[in-house]
């Protein structure tokens, strides 16, 4: 029995070595351009070693994207639960997403909805759950401290949220060669925090803007 769980486990730290290594890759080149080979070079191990536990690429995506998205959702609770209120926990997460797409082409997300529909449905359902719900949480947050206007449709503008978090990595709406997506995304936040705060919070997100330009 206790041969058995070493052995789970042993199977569980090298999918996710490889899904890791894998993840690396698509960021950096995007998903259809790499090949196994690249992945097993990368590792420095035989192509044959990877399909020993998974079967095919797809499954390879789809533990990356999983991988991903849990560490991420793990990232953005410890900044939830430590920001000191809801404008805070904003400018916190925006950091994390900051690092996260100085090393993410778009290219990623074409490729996932257009070659791997089982992995994109998991971010789909990872967006319009975990992430739906810590953006109503903070609007409630926010409406509550004073920081957010009290007449939002937290349920409208939670969604419109999420459309607007995707909306940078659309080519034909930011072409790669045309914007920086960090830029992009910074000015996004920023719109999206000016719409929804009250004067008080307006004051605070120009104090924040302010340290972090410092920074």
């Known amino acids: 029995m206790e041969q058995h769980s ?15 290594a894998a993840f690396a890759l698509f960021c950096e080149n995007g998903i259809k351009s790499v090949s196994m080979d690249d992945i097993a070079q990368h590792l420095a191990i035989s192509k044959k070693t990877i399909y020993k536990w998974y079967s095919n690429k797809d499954e390879v995506v789809y533990a990356a994207v999983k991988g991903f998205l849990n560490e991420m959702g793990q990232s953005s609770q410890c900044f939830l639960d430590n920001s000191e209120n809801a404008i805070a926990q904003l400018f ?27 992995a994109w449905k998991l971010w789909q359902e990872h967006k319009c759950g975990f992430m739906l719900e810590k953006i109503k949480e903070n609007l409630r947050q926010g409406i509550e401290e004073g920081f957010f206007r009290n007449d ?6 939670a969604r419109l949220r999420m459309v607007m ?51």
Do not use: C, W
């Open 152 to 157: 939002l449709d937290i349920e409208v503008v």
């Open 165 to 215: 978090i995707e909306l940078p990595f659309d080519p034909h709406v930011f072409p790669q060669h045309e914007f920086n997506l960090q830029q992009v995304q910074q000015a996004n936040l920023e719109l999206y925090m000016l719409g929804i705060a009250t004067l008080k919070g307006h004051k605070l997100i120009n104090e924040y803007k302010q340290i972090k330009e410092e920074e």
């Open 6 to 20: 070493e052995s789970l486990q042993l199977k569980s730290e090298i999918q996710e070595k490889i899904a890791k």
């Open 92 to 118: 916190n997460i925006m950091q994390t997403v900051r690092q996260i797409f100085l090393s993410m082409r778009p290219a990623v997300f074409h490729d996932l909805r257009k070659y791997h529909p089982n």
